[in-house]
């Protein structure tokens, strides 16, 4: 039997099941998808001392099209993660951006990435973008020499150079290819200058950095059509109020 799948250990997922649903090789992808972009550029919010990311639905679809799945399917996917202790869940009201989910992976998620009983920060209360996600899986299919295969977030081809990325922004915060640029141009002719310039001021502010910000800024601007706003003409409103959480209602297992 092959030892992993996606990192995770194929022995303990199968002990992942009830007389009703079990874990399977879709729910793994999704929640490999998650540990991965959780210490990356995940929004996240501190409920009650402890530290979530917000999940969108279509964004995973967006992400991981080769699975097939619709927002509902994903969903449905997650709250059985939940159920099997691989994540932790919190819903959370806000009349500004609406109803989002927030996850978080538990120490069980992180076991099923080891056979060594490694122990993680997960469910310590608030944890840090740069503490690690433990990937200690060893790899006992001789047969296989490609990391990428225990962890698909490996990329093998070391032939591979990453064009090279300059500053933008007020802060010079905001760092974009040329041709990450070009795409931002085609894509937002009418305003591209002002999104380079919110997404400076934002993580400025607000202290925070994102992995891809050509991605970060793509994604806003998903969410603003997501709520109905028409982009005829440069925007006007503070996409600073993205990260705010005021109120907030958090609706407790029952009530989602």
């Known amino acids: 039997m092959k030892y992993t799948i996606f990192g995770f250990s194929q022995e303990q997922v199968l002990n992942l099941c009830d007389e009703h649903q079990s874990i399977d090789e879709r729910d793994l992808m999704i929640l490999r998808w998650i540990m991965d972009f959780y210490f990356g550029g995940m929004e996240k919010l501190v409920i009650d001392g402890v530290e979530y990311g917000w999940v969108s639905y279509s964004y995973v679809c ?24 691989l994540l932790s869940h919190q819903k959370v009201k806000n009349s500004e951006v609406g109803t989002r989910a927030y996850y978080r992976p538990t120490e069980q998620a992180v076991q099923l990435q080891s056979d060594t009983g490694a122990t993680s920060k997960y469910d310590e209360g608030t944890t840090s973008k740069y503490d690690p996600v433990p990937l200690q899986s060893s790899n006992k299919d001789s047969s296989i020499s490609d990391p990428s295969i225990i962890n698909p977030s490996i990329k093998c081809d070391k032939r591979t150079k990453k064009e090279p990325r300059h500053k933008y922004g007020e802060y010079k915060n905001v760092l974009l290819s040329d041709t990450d640029l070009a795409k931002l141009k085609e894509e937002f002719p009418a305003d591209w200058e002002e999104r380079i310039e919110r997404l400076s001021y934002y993580m400025e502010s607000k202290g925070v950095s994102y992995k891809n910000h050509l991605a ?7 969410k603003d059509n997501s709520y109905g706003y028409q982009r005829t003409q440069a925007p006007d409103h503070d996409w600073s109020k993205l990260d705010s959480i005021q109120p907030v209602k958090v609706l407790h297992e029952g009530e989602w």
Do not use: Q
């Open 62 to 85: 967006d992400e991981l099209p080769i699975m097939h799945l619709n927002p509902e399917a994903v969903r449905r996917r997650l709250k059985k993660l939940v159920k099997f202790g």
């Open 216 to 222: 970060t800024i793509r994604s806003w601007a998903r």
